[in-house]
Every structure is written in C-alpha cells, then in structure tokens.
C-alpha cells in the first residue's frame, strides 16, 4: 500500500462526497481511476483485504433495490475492514411512517463516517449531506445519477483502452429514465470520449445535448461506429406503462437489441450492461454470454472502483 499512499499525495484530492460526476472534475475522476488500479490488484490477492477503513463505521441506506451496487459496496467496504451496517427500507421503521430525515439523523447518532445512500428520488445524497456530518456517496438517485456505476463502466473500458481520449461510445436503450447513461455521458465526456446514444424517440430526453452526446435512432449505424456498446434496461419501474413507449417488448428487441448477427457484422466494438439485463429484450441471452460482452468484469471492477472510492473520501469526513 505505500505505492498508494504515494499517489493519493500526488494529486490534491480535495472532494468530501460523491453524488455525481456533474461535481467532479475531469483530474478527479481520473485521479479515481488510477486509484482504484491498485485495489483491482488486492482484488486478484490470494487474500484480497486492506486495513484501510478499519477505523471507519459505514451505513448502507438503501431505498430501492439492488444487487450489484449494494454487495459490491459491502465488499469493498469489509474487503478494506471497515465496520458495516445495512438499511433497507423494507425492514426498516420506514414502513410506520419514520421520514428520511428522522431516519438518516438517528443513524448518524450512532456515530457513523460514511453513508453510502440509493433511493428513488433524484437529489437525496445532496438532501443528507445537510442532514449528516459524514461522507456521502450516491449509490443511484432516481434517474438522476449512478456515479459510481460510470467510474466502473469507464475502469472498464480503459482495461480496454487505456486512453478513453477520442473512444466512440454508444449507449443504447432507455435514454430518459437512465441515471446510469446521465452519470456515463459527464464522465466520458470529461475524459474526452465520444459518446452517441440510440434508442426509441420516445425514450430520448433533450438533456443529452445539453451534456453533450449525440443522439441516433438507428442501431446499425450506431454499432457500426462505436468501440464500446452499452445496452440499457428499460426502466419499467420509472415509465409507469412503458408500453405507451414503444408497441411491444418484441418490437424493441428488433429494432434497438444487440444480437449474434451484430457482432459477426461489426468484429470490432466491446459489450457492456451495468445490470440488471432483461436477456432477449436489450440484447439476445447469446451476446450476454458472448466472448465480447465484458458485464461480469464490470461487477468485479465495481468493488474495486468502490474500494477507490471509500478509501479517498475516508479521510475527508467531518468537514
Ligand atoms: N447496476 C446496478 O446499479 O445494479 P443494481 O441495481 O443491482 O445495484
């Protein structure tokens, strides 16, 4: 760890939460990154723990459900020896009435560092930093923000490519609903990717010009273009009835889902999903289990993104 200690000196990091990449800076998120190496690295350890949190108390606020977010956090967070503990709404005194507010205060009175907060509605990691004197991190906020989901989604690709300067990146599917496209377009833009979204008309939101990404309603040409395809979940628990978006779940498969044909056609551009795929709806089962989709390194990268994470605001709580 002295190699680590030795760059987090390097770079003055000056960041107290994460909740969105709209408040980090290109340096930053690369400083991230290349932080995060080095715990990809204990990762592949034959004992993959670092003491680094073993003085930190982290709670997990969980509002919504997750699979992969929630147990990589709680990975990294004991991988590092950190002292856990896990709220979920569904167990929790949430169910009679106790606000967010009253929530999240009892808990800081427990004497925690960090939160680490998922809930459906954008704006609440914002909302507790007013409410908590600890490190927030925004673990997906509606469909405003999934950061760390894009540091990992970019670790990813730099395994790839190592300079994402210039990469063309296509993000595919449910444009509108997605905070994990709104958190990837800031990042990959701030490093100087390229990044076209594709998708229906009717799940394509007027922000993505605003941050800067390019808009395309044809699949063909999209996958023709880009070095990395990353397939989005229809959000169906935030559309109300997503039928009214598209005609049917069949349709959308042949227009926007990625199959077999398209990675004969076009040898050349990587597969992503952050998870959770719907198999046959934004790609066939075949593609997801394809030697050229990289979905399950993207889990395996997320825990040491994480660890990156947790390590460098660990020792800016309190201010
Ligand atoms: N990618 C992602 O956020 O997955 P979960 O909802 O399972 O955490």
């Known amino acids: 760890m002295v190699e680590l200690a030795d760059a ?15 408040d980090y800076t290109r340096d930053d998120i690369l400083f991230v990154l290349d932080q995060a190496k080095y715990f990809r690295e204990i990762l592949d350890r034959p004992v993959p723990k670092v ?46 009435g106790e606000s ?35 490190a927030i991190i925004n673990a997906g906020d509606g ?27 296509a993000i595919i599917g449910d444009i509108s609903y997605s905070r994990v496209v709104r958190s990837n377009i800031l990042g990959l833009s701030k490093v100087g990717a ?28 999209t996958l023709a273009w880009c070095d990395v395809a990353m397939a989005l979940r229809i959000q169906l628990e935030r559309q109300g009835n997503a039928t009214e978006l598209f005609p049917s ?33 934004e790609m066939e089962s075949d593609v997801a289990d394809s030697d050229r989709a990289v979905i399950l390194n993207q889990v395996t990268n997320g825990v040491a993104v994480r660890m990156a994470v947790l390590y460098l605001l660990s020792g800016n709580t309190g201010g």
């Open 8 to 22: 987090v000196r390097d770079y003055p990091f000056r960041q107290k939460h994460l909740l969105g990449l709209s």
């Open 51 to 96: 003491p680094t949190l073993r003085d930190k108390t982290i709670v997990n606020l969980f509002y919504e459900n997750s699979t992969r977010t929630r147990l990589s956090f709680e990975l990294a967070q004991k991988r590092m020896g950190a002292d856990v503990v896990n709220f979920s709404a569904g167990t929790s005194s949430a169910q009679k």
């Open 100 to 134: 967010l507010k009253d929530t999240i205060r009892n808990i800081s009175s427990m004497k925690i560092d960090m939160v680490v907060a998922r809930h459906e509605s954008p704006g609440v990691p914002y909302f507790l930093t007013r409410q908590v004197d600890a």
């Open 143 to 169: 469909a405003h923000e999934h950061p760390t989901q894009a540091l990992l989604d970019m670790f990813t690709m730099q395994q790839i490519y190592p300079d994402l300067r210039g990469k063309k990146i």
């Open 194 to 221: 390229k990044v076209v979204v594709c998708g229906p008309k009717t799940m394509m939101p007027a922000f993505v010009d605003a941050l800067g990404a390019h808009v395309s309603y044809n699949l063909e040409e």
């Open 249 to 281: 779940i069949r349709e959308y498969h042949q227009k926007f889902g990625i199959k077999m044909e398209h990675l004969e056609k076009y040898p050349n551009f990587t597969v992503m999903h952050p998870g959770p795929i719907n198999r046959g709806v």
